[in-house]
T-cell receptor
Framework: DAGVIQSPRHEVTEMGQEVTLRCKPI?????LFWYRQTMMRGLELLIY????????DSGMPEDRFSAKMPNASFSTLKIQPSEPRDSAVYFC?????????????FGNGTRLTVT | SQKIEQNSEALNIQEGKTATLTCNYT??????LQWYRQDPGRGPVFLLL?????KEKRKERLKVTFDTTLKQSLFHITASQPADSATYLC???????????FGSGTRLLVRP
């Protein structure tokens, strides 16, 4: 089991550019979560999917952020246009639902820097 | 609004001692609470889960307590080792949603 795989590990971009972060969840997991971590705000949930369907996107900061899950093995988080305040570490996590208490398995994150 | 508080100051202890980390919450009635460990440059890693009807949970050198009256969880690491140095995050969840709300974490440093 390779775990949750995120790419790229680091992304540096200029303000106004489009940024796409990618995630491959653990096979067999039916929940996928996108979190953002900053020193000021800690780990914040942006959006989560169940069986590829977005369930709760109330944490998405604004319309510049969008997330998709076209199939069970791939998800993207897109920021367009990016702004310096979007600089953070973005984590993807997956879990196997059904029990209600399943732990999350996190990837190692994408560190985004917007200049 | 829901609030989770963990001590923002780092906990610095001597190897062999017991480390105790605190997680307090307000305006929330979680069905369960989870603890995660995070190392620099890595994602959080799940350690333990405790449900609202459980008072205590143990796993090897780790022990978690959950007091729903005090709205507090304590996380203990006994016989601490330098390898235990990391940031520890608590997270709360409910029955009605798969959303996990995380605290900001406490950094633990175990001196050899």
């Amino acid at each position: 089991d390779a775990g949750v795989i995120q790419s790229p590990r680091h992304e540096v971009t200029e303000m106004g550019q489009e940024v796409t972060l990618r995630c491959k969840p653990i096979s067999g997991h039916d929940y996928l979560f996108w979190y953002r971590q900053t020193m000021m705000r800690g780990l914040e949930l942006l959006i989560y999917f169940n069986n590829n369907v977005p369930i709760d996107d109330s944490g998405m900061p604004e319309d510049r952020f969008s997330a998709k899950m076209p199939n069970a093995s791939f998800s993207t988080l897109k920021i367009q246009p990016s702004e310096p305040r979007d600089s953070a570490v973005y984590f993807c996590a997956s879990s196997k639902g059904g029990q209600g208490f399943s732990p999350l398995h996190f990837g190692n994150g994408t560190r985004l820097t917007v200049t | 609004s829901q609030k989770i508080e963990q001590n923002s100051e780092a906990l610095n202890i001597q190897e062999g001692k017991t480390a105790t980390l605190t997680c307090n919450y307000t305006n929330y009635s979680p069905a369960y609470l989870q603890w995660y460990r995070q190392d620099p440059g890595r994602g959080p890693v799940f350690l333990l889960l405790i449900r609202e009807n459980e008072k205590e949970k143990r796993k090897e050198r780790l022990k978690v307590t959950f007091d729903t009256t005090l709205k507090q969880s304590l996380f203990h690491i006994t016989a601490s080792q330098p390898a235990d140095s990391a940031t520890y995050l608590c997270a709360l969840g409910s029955d009605s949603s798969y959303k996990l709300i995380f605290g900001s974490g406490t950094r633990l440093l175990v001196r050899p």
